[in-house]
Protein backbone atom coordinates (compact mmCIF):
# COMPACT_ATOMS: atom_id res chain seq x y z
CA UNK A 1 0.00 0.00 0.00
CA UNK A 2 2.66 2.03 0.93
CA UNK A 3 4.35 2.34 -2.52
CA UNK A 4 1.15 2.89 -4.39
CA UNK A 5 0.37 6.29 -2.21
CA UNK A 6 3.93 7.42 -3.10
CA UNK A 7 3.85 6.85 -6.48
CA UNK A 8 0.62 8.27 -6.66
CA UNK A 9 1.70 11.30 -4.57
CA UNK A 10 4.81 11.93 -6.87
CA UNK A 11 2.93 12.35 -10.12
CA UNK A 12 2.34 15.98 -9.67
CA UNK A 13 6.05 16.76 -9.10
CA UNK A 14 6.50 14.45 -12.21
CA UNK A 15 4.42 16.57 -14.22
CA UNK A 16 5.48 19.54 -13.01
CA UNK A 17 9.03 18.91 -14.11
CA UNK A 18 8.68 17.71 -17.30
CA UNK A 19 6.07 20.55 -17.79
CA UNK A 20 9.56 23.19 -16.73
CA UNK A 21 11.68 20.59 -19.57
CA UNK A 22 8.90 21.30 -22.06
CA UNK A 23 9.09 24.92 -21.50
CA UNK A 24 12.70 25.56 -21.53
CA UNK A 25 13.00 23.01 -24.86
CA UNK A 26 10.32 25.26 -26.12
CA UNK A 27 12.23 28.97 -25.60
CA UNK A 28 15.69 27.44 -25.97
CA UNK A 29 14.32 26.48 -29.68
CA UNK A 30 12.69 30.30 -30.09
CA UNK A 31 15.95 31.62 -29.46
CA UNK A 32 18.03 29.22 -32.30
CA UNK A 33 15.32 30.74 -34.91
CA UNK A 34 15.73 33.75 -34.02
CA UNK A 35 19.69 32.90 -34.16
CA UNK A 36 19.58 31.24 -37.23
CA UNK A 37 17.49 33.99 -39.29
CA UNK A 38 20.16 36.97 -37.99
CA UNK A 39 22.86 35.24 -39.48
CA UNK A 40 21.08 34.78 -42.57
CA UNK A 41 20.43 38.26 -42.82
CA UNK A 42 23.67 38.67 -42.41
CA UNK A 43 24.62 36.94 -45.62
CA UNK A 44 22.03 39.27 -46.97
CA UNK A 45 24.25 42.44 -46.08
CA UNK A 46 27.53 41.20 -46.52
CA UNK A 47 27.66 42.37 -49.76
CA UNK A 48 25.87 45.51 -49.74
CA UNK A 49 29.08 47.59 -47.65
CA UNK A 50 29.27 50.70 -50.08
CA UNK A 51 25.31 51.00 -49.44
CA UNK A 52 25.65 50.76 -45.94
CA UNK A 53 28.58 53.62 -46.09
CA UNK A 54 26.18 55.70 -48.39
CA UNK A 55 23.57 55.26 -45.71
CA UNK A 56 25.44 56.29 -43.06
CA UNK A 57 25.72 59.70 -44.68
CA UNK A 58 22.85 60.12 -45.44
CA UNK A 59 21.80 59.41 -41.60
CA UNK A 60 24.65 62.11 -40.57
CA UNK A 61 23.15 64.58 -43.15
CA UNK A 62 19.40 63.82 -41.61
CA UNK A 63 20.95 64.23 -38.19
CA UNK A 64 22.97 67.57 -39.12
CA UNK A 65 19.38 69.21 -40.59
CA UNK A 66 17.81 68.49 -37.34
CA UNK A 67 20.66 70.00 -35.57
CA UNK A 68 21.22 67.13 -33.57
CA UNK A 69 24.42 65.56 -35.14
CA UNK A 70 26.30 65.63 -31.36
CA UNK A 71 27.49 62.48 -31.23
CA UNK A 72 31.36 62.74 -32.49
CA UNK A 73 31.39 65.74 -29.57
CA UNK A 74 29.84 63.68 -26.76
CA UNK A 75 32.45 61.08 -27.07
CA UNK A 76 35.19 64.04 -27.27
CA UNK A 77 33.99 64.88 -24.37
CA UNK A 78 34.78 61.44 -22.39
CA UNK A 79 37.77 60.29 -24.41
CA UNK A 80 40.09 62.05 -21.98
CA UNK A 81 39.34 60.01 -19.02
CA UNK A 82 40.27 56.45 -19.30
CA UNK A 83 37.60 55.63 -16.05
CA UNK A 84 34.55 56.84 -18.37
CA UNK A 85 35.64 54.94 -21.12
CA UNK A 86 36.04 51.69 -19.74
CA UNK A 87 32.98 52.49 -17.99
CA UNK A 88 30.76 53.07 -21.04
CA UNK A 89 32.88 50.44 -23.06
CA UNK A 90 31.42 47.79 -20.05
CA UNK A 91 28.38 48.67 -19.94
CA UNK A 92 28.20 48.29 -24.15
CA UNK A 93 29.81 44.44 -23.46
CA UNK A 94 27.72 43.70 -20.74
CA UNK A 95 24.38 43.55 -23.03
CA UNK A 96 23.87 40.51 -22.97
CA UNK A 97 23.92 39.35 -19.57
CA UNK A 98 22.01 42.20 -18.21
CA UNK A 99 19.47 39.95 -20.80
CA UNK A 100 20.03 36.75 -19.79
CA UNK A 101 19.80 37.73 -16.21
CA UNK A 102 16.31 39.49 -17.04
CA UNK A 103 14.86 37.22 -18.48
CA UNK A 104 15.73 34.15 -16.43
CA UNK A 105 14.19 36.43 -13.17
CA UNK A 106 10.71 36.93 -16.02
CA UNK A 107 10.82 32.87 -16.28
CA UNK A 108 11.10 32.17 -12.47
CA UNK A 109 9.69 34.52 -10.75
CA UNK A 110 7.21 36.18 -12.42
CA UNK A 111 5.65 32.93 -15.50
CA UNK A 112 2.78 34.46 -15.84
CA UNK A 113 4.43 37.65 -17.55
CA UNK A 114 7.32 36.28 -18.65
CA UNK A 115 5.08 35.29 -22.51
CA UNK A 116 4.50 39.12 -22.58
CA UNK A 117 8.01 39.99 -22.39
CA UNK A 118 9.47 37.08 -25.02
CA UNK A 119 6.95 37.95 -27.75
CA UNK A 120 8.04 41.64 -27.18
CA UNK A 121 11.69 40.54 -27.50
CA UNK A 122 11.51 37.97 -30.53
CA UNK A 123 8.49 40.05 -32.74
CA UNK A 124 11.28 43.67 -32.29
CA UNK A 125 13.60 41.11 -33.67
CA UNK A 126 11.75 40.22 -36.19
CA UNK A 127 11.11 43.91 -37.31
CA UNK A 128 14.81 44.91 -36.94
CA UNK A 129 16.16 41.77 -39.49
CA UNK A 130 13.56 43.27 -42.08
CA UNK A 131 15.53 46.89 -41.58
CA UNK A 132 19.01 45.42 -41.35
CA UNK A 133 17.92 43.57 -44.76
CA UNK A 134 16.20 46.65 -46.32
CA UNK A 135 18.34 49.88 -44.68
CA UNK A 136 22.23 48.27 -43.85
CA UNK A 137 24.07 50.90 -42.01
CA UNK A 138 27.53 51.24 -41.44
CA UNK A 139 27.85 52.64 -37.42
CA UNK A 140 30.05 55.71 -36.41
CA UNK A 141 33.26 53.88 -35.39
CA UNK A 142 33.64 52.83 -38.50
CA UNK A 143 33.53 56.90 -40.33
CA UNK A 144 37.01 58.12 -38.31
CA UNK A 145 36.76 61.10 -40.65
CA UNK A 146 33.99 62.51 -39.05
CA UNK A 147 36.00 62.12 -35.83
CA UNK A 148 34.56 58.78 -34.11
CA UNK A 149 36.69 56.77 -32.20
CA UNK A 150 36.31 53.07 -31.98
CA UNK A 151 36.64 53.39 -28.16
CA UNK A 152 36.13 49.13 -27.42
CA UNK A 153 38.55 48.26 -29.74
CA UNK A 154 41.02 50.74 -28.64
CA UNK A 155 40.77 49.62 -24.66
CA UNK A 156 38.78 46.67 -25.05
CA UNK A 157 40.15 44.57 -28.24
CA UNK A 158 39.73 41.24 -26.98
CA UNK A 159 35.73 42.06 -27.24
CA UNK A 160 36.24 42.40 -30.67
CA UNK A 161 38.58 39.35 -31.11
CA UNK A 162 36.48 37.41 -29.08
CA UNK A 163 33.58 38.40 -31.44
CA UNK A 164 32.97 35.47 -34.22
CA UNK A 165 32.87 38.03 -37.62
CA UNK A 166 30.11 34.85 -39.14
CA UNK A 167 27.52 36.09 -35.88
CA UNK A 168 27.85 39.30 -35.99
CA UNK A 169 26.38 41.90 -38.41
CA UNK A 170 28.49 44.71 -38.61
CA UNK A 171 26.32 46.88 -40.82
CA UNK A 172 23.47 46.47 -38.90
CA UNK A 173 23.40 50.13 -36.73
CA UNK A 174 19.63 50.54 -37.09
CA UNK A 175 17.74 50.42 -34.97
CA UNK A 176 19.29 49.60 -31.80
CA UNK A 177 18.52 46.67 -30.38
CA UNK A 178 21.43 47.32 -27.47
CA UNK A 179 19.08 50.33 -26.10
CA UNK A 180 15.84 48.63 -27.33
CA UNK A 181 16.40 45.81 -25.08
CA UNK A 182 17.34 47.01 -22.65
CA UNK A 183 14.52 49.66 -22.48
CA UNK A 184 12.35 46.61 -22.80
CA UNK A 185 14.40 44.90 -19.90
CA UNK A 186 13.68 48.39 -17.88
CA UNK A 187 10.10 48.42 -18.81
CA UNK A 188 9.79 44.74 -17.22
CA UNK A 189 11.66 46.12 -14.05
CA UNK A 190 9.53 48.86 -13.12
CA UNK A 191 6.57 47.19 -13.90
CA UNK A 192 7.05 44.03 -12.23
CA UNK A 193 9.85 44.01 -9.35
CA UNK A 194 8.58 44.62 -6.02
CA UNK A 195 11.73 46.30 -4.57
CA UNK A 196 12.85 49.76 -4.44
CA UNK A 197 16.02 49.53 -5.96
CA UNK A 198 15.60 47.27 -8.44
CA UNK A 199 12.96 49.55 -10.26
CA UNK A 200 15.20 52.48 -10.39
CA UNK A 201 17.59 50.09 -11.72
CA UNK A 202 14.87 49.57 -14.02
CA UNK A 203 14.86 53.80 -15.05
CA UNK A 204 18.26 53.96 -15.14
CA UNK A 205 19.99 51.12 -17.43
CA UNK A 206 17.89 52.23 -20.09
CA UNK A 207 19.43 55.49 -19.82
CA UNK A 208 22.41 54.60 -19.25
CA UNK A 209 22.74 52.22 -22.37
CA UNK A 210 21.35 55.02 -24.81
CA UNK A 211 24.63 56.70 -23.76
CA UNK A 212 26.40 53.81 -23.95
CA UNK A 213 26.28 53.19 -27.22
CA UNK A 214 26.51 56.46 -28.34
CA UNK A 215 29.38 57.57 -26.35
CA UNK A 216 31.37 54.23 -27.72
CA UNK A 217 30.78 55.11 -31.67
CA UNK A 218 28.35 51.74 -31.82
CA UNK A 219 25.28 53.99 -32.72
CA UNK A 220 23.66 57.28 -33.89
CA UNK A 221 21.17 59.14 -31.51
CA UNK A 222 18.52 58.13 -34.44
CA UNK A 223 19.47 54.50 -33.77
CA UNK A 224 18.38 54.74 -30.45
CA UNK A 225 15.15 56.88 -31.05
CA UNK A 226 14.85 54.08 -33.63
CA UNK A 227 15.48 51.09 -31.35
CA UNK A 228 12.65 52.68 -28.78
CA UNK A 229 9.92 52.71 -31.46
CA UNK A 230 10.91 49.07 -32.59
CA UNK A 231 10.03 48.26 -28.77
CA UNK A 232 6.95 49.32 -28.80
CA UNK A 233 6.14 48.13 -31.84
CA UNK A 234 6.77 44.74 -30.00
CA UNK A 235 4.89 45.24 -26.88
CA UNK A 236 2.21 46.45 -28.69
CA UNK A 237 2.24 42.85 -30.81
CA UNK A 238 3.30 41.01 -27.43
CA UNK A 239 -0.25 42.80 -25.76
CA UNK A 240 -2.17 42.28 -28.82
CA UNK A 241 -1.11 38.41 -28.66
CA UNK A 242 -1.57 38.14 -24.92
CA UNK A 243 -5.39 39.33 -25.56
CA UNK A 244 -6.00 36.92 -28.25
CA UNK A 245 -4.90 33.69 -26.80
CA UNK A 246 -5.74 34.46 -22.81
CA UNK A 247 -4.20 32.16 -20.77
CA UNK A 248 -3.13 29.43 -23.31
CA UNK A 249 0.33 31.17 -23.06
CA UNK A 250 1.00 31.30 -19.60
CA UNK A 251 4.43 29.32 -18.53
CA UNK A 252 3.65 25.96 -17.34
CA UNK A 253 0.37 26.03 -16.77
CA UNK A 254 -2.00 23.98 -14.23
CA UNK A 255 -5.46 23.78 -16.19
CA UNK A 256 -7.99 22.86 -13.70
CA UNK A 257 -9.94 20.46 -16.42
CA UNK A 258 -7.12 18.20 -16.27
CA UNK A 259 -5.54 19.03 -13.18
CA UNK A 260 -3.80 16.07 -10.61
CA UNK A 261 -5.18 14.97 -7.61
CA UNK A 262 -3.81 16.41 -4.27
CA UNK A 263 -1.46 14.04 -2.33
CA UNK A 264 -3.95 13.75 0.13
CA UNK A 265 -6.60 12.79 -1.95
CA UNK A 266 -4.37 10.36 -3.78
CA UNK A 267 -3.40 8.70 -0.79
CA UNK A 268 -7.12 8.31 0.43
CA UNK A 269 -7.59 6.93 -3.27
CA UNK A 270 -4.90 4.41 -2.48
CA UNK A 271 -6.11 3.65 0.55
CA UNK A 272 -9.49 3.10 -0.41
CA UNK A 273 -8.54 1.02 -3.47
CA UNK A 274 -6.42 -1.41 -1.04
CA UNK A 275 -9.56 -2.07 0.96
Do not use: C
Given at each position: ?18 R ?42 F ?5 I ?23 Y????P ?9 L ?13 I ?29 T????AS ?15 A ?5 F ?11 T ?34 V?G ?11 LL???T ?16 EP??A??Q??S???
Amino acid sequence: MTANVLHVADEPAQAKRWRAKGTLAREVTLIAAAALLYTLVRGLTSDRIAVAFDNAEQVIAFERALGIFVEPELQGAILGNDVLVRAVNLLYIGYWPMIMVTFGWLLVRRPAQYPRFRNAILASGALSLVIFALYPLAPPRFLPHHGFVDTVEQSASTYRTLTDPSLVNDYAAMPSLHFGWVLLLGVALVTLARHRVTRIAGVVLPVLMFASIVLTANHYLVDGLVGGAVILFGLGVAVLLERRTGSRDRVAPRPDAVSSPEPSDAVDQAVSSRS
